[in-house]
């Protein structure tokens, strides 16, 4: 029977799969379906794609610090998807949009069941990423009491 220790990384596990797969996302989307992303798209990604190396790192070195070191390109990778949606949806007029050149942060690219877009995608891969990580660190804690 494994200990609770072991069991605090399977948050971890889903962390680090829900980046991978919304970095693979992203690349078929860019490299494959050849969809320009926009600006706020590209700085999603700086968050988002180092964040698959941070965590594997964190699992096999079984680091308890992983959150810490992951959390700030969570939270601004979050920050900037809230902000995309936000943009998307009009909530923010298009002229307080950062994408100036090439693809407007507006662009409806994909829109899968006529409510799933590229920027609903990544708020939620970072909204669940969040809750993974913030999860691993409850039960974490949860042990060491």
């Known amino acids: ?18 980046a991978l797969v ?3 996302m992203s690349l078929f989307f860019g490299e494959v379906m050849k969809l320009p ?5 590209w700085y999603q990604r700086i968050c988002l794609f180092p964040l698959t190396v941070v965590i594997s790192v964190g ?36 002229s307080l949009s950062p994408c100036t050149e090439g693809v407007s942060c507006r662009t409806r690219q994909i829109e899968w069941l006529g409510f ?17 990580l913030v999860a691993h660190r409850s039960v974490q804690r949860g042990v060491g009491s």
């Open 59 to 94: 699992i096999v070195l079984r680091d308890e610090r992983v959150v810490a070191y992951a959390m700030p390109l969570v939270l601004a990778g979050l920050g900037f998807s809230i902000y995309h949606n936000l943009l998307y949806y009009g909530v923010i007029p298009e």
């Open 37 to 41: 992303p926009c600006t706020l798209c």
């Open 22 to 24: 919304s970095m693979l």
């Open 116 to 132: 799933v877009t590229i920027p609903l995608m990544a708020l939620f891969a970072f909204a669940s990423i969040l809750g993974s």
């Open 1 to 18: 029977m494994p200990n609770e220790r072991e069991n605090t990384f399977s948050f971890l596990h889903l962390a680090w799969l829900i």
